[in-house]
């Protein structure tokens, strides 16, 4: 039987792709890359996903059904069940066939499960396998083996002070737990506390405790909204959507040694009794900045409706980008996940992605999930008075949309493909207090993520009914190499 078509040059593509792979040859792909070891493989591994007719994307389990969160990261599920008041660990990739599970581990209220993160390095002995680290409500930090769930080692934080994020630093090799903030319940008492927060630092190489900073209310002003800490800057976030960034390394290198003790945990080492000259400053619609490092700019949110992309160096402005009009809340933008410096715009119904060229960005793809969109004057009526003017009158009468259609989206880095998920919500047709929100999952599209070509599409038509007063209910798509979830 003879092969005729796109089809017979994706098989022979991936026939090559193995045959250079085996021999140690590196193989350049139709861009013009070179690949060879773990890139061929997973050159390789998008040309399967990407092939519609001999390979098709299989269902490894019924729905699962749970009434707490359910969380996806490095291939493990983490259920939260409030009934049984612990977390579960399933994994998706021991198994093709099923989900598997591994471990459990309790989550009561007095013990809660506040944040996690997963590390696996080759640079430390400790990190071969995957460590999972749990930030518990009793300041403990624990490290456990993912795949066993085993108690490696806890670490005591400070007292009965409450830590409820945590992020690394990979230039650094750092862990970073931030507290939350704490709220004075009587700030007329002559005995108030001036800690707004507490951020400790730990060293994964080994792991061992670095630095324990206190965030004064005196130092950073009556005005500081939020503290943030992350690649060697102290990000504040201030009210009248101020923000302004200084440098965090000068208080690092006059720390105090590390001082510890079995029932209080970690002392404050690192004064910050004055935060030194601003490094930037800027206003933005949204308490955060989204910084790259390789386009030397930054995002911010200038109106309500729209976000800039600021020049590091200069302070001027690259880009401008407004929100869709029939969007009913404001687009969001970002630089997209495989550090190219590309940045993504996306609402509830409409993605757009640019890429910079010359000294500009340039859409390079959209999808919109409605074909046209609707006439912002179409409620406007034109009338005319008695005395024989023409006046213009809003109509107060207006449709309510019964139907809508969003769009999201994930980008799978390692395999540079970008997906959709096309979903339809609908309101039943009951009373207003007995309505119920009807979401369809109709199907996911795979594009390619450097030439946008559409690699295919896969049906789910999956519904899921919930009440309209269930405001925790959200749809969101995950790709993991060849795992959608």
Same mark, same amino acid.
């Given at each position: ?31 013009? /890359?070179?690949?060879? =070891? $773990? &890139?061929?493989?997973?050159?390789? %591994? ?5 092939? !519609? *007719?001999?390979? +098709? ?87 456990? /083996?993912?795949?066993? =769930? $085993? &108690?490696?080692?806890?670490?005591? %934080? ?5 830590? !409820? *994020?945590?992020? +690394? ?317």
């Amino acid at each position: 039987m003879v092969e005729n078509g796109p089809e017979r040059r994706k098989k022979d593509r991936l026939q090559n792709v193995l045959f250079h792979r085996s021999a140690g040859i590196k193989y350049t792909t139709n861009q013009g /890359d070179r690949l060879r =070891g $773990r &890139l061929c493989d997973l050159y390789a %591994l998008k040309l399967i996903i990407s092939s !519609t *007719e001999t390979r +098709t994307f299989k269902k490894m389990t019924d729905t699962l059904v749970n009434q707490g969160d359910i969380l996806y990261d490095y291939g493990k599920l983490f259920i939260k069940s409030r009934s049984t008041k612990s977390i579960e660990c399933q994994s998706v990739l021991e198994n093709i066939r099923e989900i598997k599970k591994l471990w459990t581990l309790p989550s009561t209220p007095s013990n809660r499960w506040e944040d996690h993160t997963i590390i696996q390095s080759d640079i430390h002995s400790d990190y071969f396998h995957p460590n999972l680290f749990v930030l518990r409500s009793t300041s403990n930090l624990e490290r456990y /083996d993912l795949k066993s =769930g $085993r &108690l490696l080692s806890t670490f005591k %934080l400070y007292k009965d002070v409450k830590f !409820t *994020e945590i992020t +690394t630093d990979d230039d650094r090799n750092w862990l970073v737990l931030k507290s939350s903030k704490h709220v004075q319940k009587n700030p007329s008492q002559a005995n108030k506390s001036d800690i707004l927060m507490r951020y400790i630092i730990f060293d994964l190489l080994p792991l061992q405790y670095k630095y324990h900073i206190t965030i004064k209310r005196s130092v950073f002003g009556a005005s500081c909204r939020d503290v943030l800490i992350a690649n060697g800057i102290i990000m504040v976030l201030r009210q009248k959507n101020v923000i302004e960034c200084y440098s965090l390394m000068p208080f690092l290198e006059h720390a105090k040694e590390v001082e510890t003790s079995k029932v209080d945990g970690f002392y404050p080492n690192v004064d910050v009794d004055e935060l030194g000259p601003c490094l930037l400053s800027a206003t933005s619609h949204q308490h955060y900045l989204a910084i790259n490092e390789g386009q030397w700019g930054y995002i911010k949110k200038d109106r309500d409706n729209q976000c800039q992309l600021i020049d590091l160096k200069t302070g001027h402005c690259i880009n401008q980008f407004k929100s869709t009009r029939y969007h009913i809340e404001p687009d969001q933008v970002f630089f997209l996940e495989d550090n190219s410096g590309r940045l993504v715009q996306f609402g509830n119904s409409c993605i757009k992605l640019f890429a910079r060229k010359d000294n500009s960005f340039q859409e390079i793809f959209c999808y919109h999930s409605r074909k046209e969109p609707p006439d912002p004057n179409s409620s406007v009526k034109d009338e005319f008075s008695r005395s024989g003017r023409k006046i213009r009158r809003i109509s107060t009468e207006f449709a309510l949309e019964t139907e809508t259609i969003s769009v999201k989206y994930d980008y799978e880095d390692e395999l540079d493909i970008l997906g959709l998920l096309i979903v339809v919500d609908q309101l039943s047709d009951q009373e207003e207090r007995n309505q119920t929100l009807i979401s369809c999952i109709q199907e996911a599209r795979l594009y390619d993520g450097k030439t946008f070509e559409l690699l295919r599409v896969i049906p789910i038509n999956f519904t899921a009914v919930r009440p309209c007063t269930d405001i925790n209910g959200f749809v969101q798509l995950c790709l993991d190499r060849d795992i959608m979830i």
